[in-house]
DNA sequence: GTCTATAGTCGGATAGAC
DNA sequence: GTCTATCCGACTATAGAC
């Protein structure tokens, strides 16, 4: 019960940030291994002994990257995907009219993500997490329960109403990843991306091209006449 | 003019495709960095100063790699995408009888791409090759223009003939890639599909409800009444 | 062609002054 | 909180015997 607030709590937190800055930029081009804690603190203009002051050694540094990043993601698409979730809980399904509003819904989630994956700032953490994806770590988690998982239920649910199947089924996730897949190839795959359509940036154009295209895929996919 | 073939060509080649067999496991474990050339030489069973020797150091046995990794491509796929070009050569557009058979090529292309990217044995190349993508050195050249540009060129073609567009248009290429994403997804973001599937592998029946939502998807695509 | 031994370099962590 | 200086371990590459 002390009055005064611990000191250590009064971090300036500018040292912090400018290392994790700094830390997505050479974790994400070299990976944990490649990047070392001098370039890491050279890149931030900061003294090579504070990452080991700040976060207790270089796995530490790894792991603030990732609850940043996670932070991030959540501040950007929490509000979309909350309205998204809003929408659904009001509306029943079976409602013809409805089911283009939730189209349009799934559209603008992937071109969100469109625009997120095809921008230049999203290449170092985009790096980041496939390398967590092949080899998770607690990073990975950390990720996936903050940030994967709510929005991966949101499209889930989208998938369902649209086509009226059963949100939990296989067969609706399957769909749900498959989507995803159509916008991650451009960033999981982006060196084979941009020599297969002769690109040399991925600019309002580029992004433009890829958005049209999904839009029609995604249409197609859950609008179609089956014969399940 | 020398009767002897070079005492250099007679390489018993066991040690240095011990070495690329380890190599291509550590690597896709660690990347180039995280693995050192003694955590290669150990697997391998082989003295470390080999590497060098056999390689000039780790940097020729990392591209050592990714020709082994071509070559196999090129003798798995090769075959598959030479016999659907063979078909496209001999056949018309237009026919109406010829999508189906199409459809029918790209659903087995699909098919082994599914079965290639949920198999264990692709786990360290497909991490290799994902790096490679958002850092693209020699090696990626070398698996691009031997090996992913050919079978692009085929997905293309098909979906060309299918939904009668030009091959080398835009909205052809972006279909092609697009479908190639849905694939890709199940080894990129591998981590995130095993936890949304609440899989803990992906075995055959698995892979098989991979297939079929991939040709259901892939079918309403490319045959959908668009408004083009 | 394969081995041992080692040179030379670089990385992460920390002690201790300020 | 930040700095300098340094320890110590791990790494790649190579010299040289066999």
Known sequence: MNIDTPITARHSDSTRETLIR??????????????????????????????????????????AV??????????????????????????Q????????????????????????????????????????QQNPSEGFDLLY?????????VIRALV??????????????LTALTIVGQVLVFRAARAAVMRQMEWQTTGPDEANAIRQTIHRNVTAILTQKDSR
């Open 160 to 173: 369902a109403r649209i086509r009226g199947t059963d949100p939990a089924s296989v067969e609706t996730r």
């Open 145 to 153: 329960t903050r940030f994967m998982s709510r929005v991966l239920g």
């Open 93 to 132: 399904a079976g409602d013809a009219a409805a089911v283009s509003a939730r189209l349009a819904s799934l559209h603008r989630l992937t071109d969100g993500f469109v625009a997120l994956l095809t921008s230049d700032e999203s290449a170092a953490w985009a790096s980041l997490i496939l390398r967590e």
């Open 22 to 63: 700094a830390a997505i930029d050479i974790f994400g081009r070299s990976g944990f291994d490649g990047a070392s804690t001098r370039a890491i603190a050279d890149a931030a203009k900061v003294n090579q002994a504070l990452i080991s002051y700040h976060f207790g050694g270089k796995s530490g540094l790894y792991l």
């Open 66 to 91: 990732f609850e940043h990043i996670a932070g991030i993601m959540q501040q950007r698409v929490g509000p979309i995907v909350a309205a998204i979730e809003a929408e659904l809980a009001t509306e």
